[in-house]
């Protein structure tokens, strides 16, 4: 007679008596309600699934648009902005055109040079009215932020590092600095 291993798992009884048996019907009815209720759960979440899809391209749709308006809204308001400088100079280049009219037909420089005077006045203004303002810093420390160095020379009197002469003039918007001054500086 043959004897078990000791350390073999004794295999668990099983008690038939206990479970009815099923006819096939109501195996296959069973069957039949768990595949219903499995198709139910996957319509549900096939259906959340298409709404989060519908919600996605929504944003999408809204975020394209959103950025479409505000590439519009940008050009429209450069436009809007290069519109109102050339208003502004506008009667500066047509008091340039008379000044060369009338230096052409009298030939004398001093009606050009009053006439240039008067654009310059007419530019200056203009970019005043859109907020631009000249600067000219002689005298004062110099400043990599708002001065250009284009020279530095020795100058009597005058303390190293400061503007001893401007080239040119600087303009700023604001507190922007649209060009800055070229100066010479002291050394």
Known sequence: METAAPDAPEAPAVDVSEEPALSAEEVQEEVHQELERDLEVLAARAERADEYLELAQRTQADFENYRKRAARETAAAQARGVAKLAKELLPAVDNLDRALAAATEANGTENLVSGI??????????????????????????????????????????????????????????????RPARVVVAG
């Open 117 to 178: 005077r008067l654009v310059h006045a007419d530019v200056v203004a203009a970019l005043a009215r859109a907020g631009i303002e000249s600067f000219s810093p002689e005298g004062e420390p110099f400043d990599p932020q708002h001065h250009e160095a284009i020279a530095q020379q020795p100058v009597e009197g005058a303390e190293p590092g400061t503007v001893v002469e401007v080239y040119q003039a600087g303009y700023r918007l604001g507190d922007s600095v649209l």
